[in-house]
């Protein structure tokens, strides 16, 4: 049974470093969300046959979805209600983000069952928050906290970042340290990616130019001034460096571990049978469809990616057609899924199973990729544990390049 993802790409405007797939509500046209909505439609009637058991769990991201108004957000949960078949007691959850999350919307999501949250705080201070360009203020993260437990929440998971300009370890420490203070039974840890094409990219690019840069400091304020506006909102220059980064975040896994929170996954940490489901499922190499504009699914090792652009996405799926991207359908290689699965497996606390892999692959991963498994068990990186690989968590600094050797090994 695979699970269900879909993706609503609107924000009600862009945050500065983002890359992601969204459209800003503020310089979108009305019809937008409708004409969304209409080809979503179109897209579920198509998909529900690779659904015929239901879906194992529904994750409702973006995008902002709670920035969605109350009867758009109706009309979403509706149309998911109707075409796919969800156990009530399967995870449910919705992303959302502070300013946008108001009691009746609230109250629409837990009336359609959904029974998880997550919510983009990023951090508590407004200083910080107003110079990556979140539109929300850390008094808002704090209602819309109060809000989700007070229509009955009980599962909620907070997203925080680290390495923000200007961010220094005690800014940190006090947003972790607030964060904890309201229990959530979830937290993600991102560190800030500069993403090439995003308005933060630019102006750290101008403020790192700087630093050798001979011109007189006239010419560099009138660069930066045209980059990034105002003088006073130029804390691109400060960004943490990767030292500092690696300290806030080996500080906050053992803060959040003393809280008793277990790091299940490299970014994620929970308590006691909090895990995500959804997201576990996709680290476990499980299927997954992924409806609307921008949304990938995989399927008996079959991936696709919809195209992104809200319209093209609608009048496809009205003409009858796919509404994929240029690329299409891959069908990916046994060794591709191998890799894949060793990949995103060993980013999991409990790492690869064993026997999964010998059932789903026809092959022993200790026979696969024995040459690569000698040498970093021999240096104790790579455990055996029962029946899983595992990754030993002190260098989970540096799983990107060991995790490396597994693609295209056989
Ligand atoms: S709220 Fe999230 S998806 Fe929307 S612009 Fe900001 S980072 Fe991007």
């Known amino acids: 049974m695979p699970s269900l993802y879909i993706h609503v790409p609107f924000c009600i405007r862009k945050c500065d470093y983002c890359a992601f797939y969204s459209h800003s509500l503020v310089n979108s046209p009305k019809d937008l969300i409708s004409v969304y909505l209409e080809g979503l439609e179109v897209e579920m009637v198509k998909r529900q046959k690779d659904a015929p058991q239901g879906v194992s769990s529904l994750f409702i991201g973006g995008g902002t979805p709670t920035a969605l108004k109350d009867s758009d957000l109706e009309c979403l949960m509706d149309l998911i209600q109707r075409h796919f078949r969800l156990d009530p007691e399967a995870e449910q959850t919705m992303e959302g983000n502070p300013g946008t999350i108001t009691t009746s919307k609230l109250n629409i999501l837990r009336r359609y069952g959904i029974n998880r949250f997550s919510l983009g705080v990023q951090t508590f201070d407004d200083k910080l928050l107003s110079a990556v360009g979140r539109m929300h203020t850390a008094q808002e993260a704090r209602d819309a906290i109060g809000r989700l437990r007070a229509t009955g929440f009980n599962n909620l998971n907070l997203d925080l970042m680290f390495g923000l300009p200007s961010q220094d370890m005690g800014t940190w420490q006090a947003t972790v340290e607030e964060a904890l203070s309201y229990s959530p039974e979830h937290l993600s ?21 700087d630093e050798t840069d001979e011109t007189d400091e006239v010419d560099k304020e009138q660069k930066l001034e045209s980059r990034c506006g105002p003088a006073e909102n130029v804390g691109c220059e400060t960004l943490p460096d990767d030292d500092l980064q690696a300290e806030m ?13 277990t790091n299940y996954e490299t970014s994620n940490f929970a308590l006691p049978d909090y895990e995500c489901r959804h997201n576990l499922g996709y680290w476990r190499g499980e299927d997954y469809l992924g409806l609307g504009p921008g949304g990938v699914s995989c399927l008996n090792r079959v991936r696709w990616k919809n195209i992104e652009e809200v319209r093209t996405y609608q009048s496809r799926l009205d003409n009858g057609q796919d509404p994929m991207d240029e690329s299409g359908q891959e069908a990916l290689s046994l060794q591709e899924c191998m890799a894949e699965r060793m990949i995103l497996g060993l980013r999991l606390e409990e790492g690869v199973n064993l026997t999964l892999f010998r059932n789903d692959f026809g092959v022993d991963l200790r026979d696969i990729y024995r040459d690569v498994l000698e040498r970093y068990k021999n240096k104790d990186v790579l455990i055996f544990q029962g029946d899983y690989l595992r990754l030993n968590p002190k260098y989970s600094f540096v799983a990107n390049s ?4 597994f693609v295209g090994l056989v």
Do not use: C, F, N
């Not at 840890?189 to 130019?209: C, D, F, N, Q, W």
């Not at 975040?249 to 929170?261: E, I």
């Not at 060991?402 to 050797?405: C, V």
């Open 189 to 209: 840890l991102y560190g800030l990616m500069l993403e090439e094409g995003t308005p933060l990219h630019s102006r750290y690019k101008v403020g790192a130019i």
């Open 249 to 261: 975040h080996d500080w906050a896994v053992k803060r959040l571990k003393q809280a008793g929170y």
């Open 402 to 405: 060991i995790l490396q050797e």
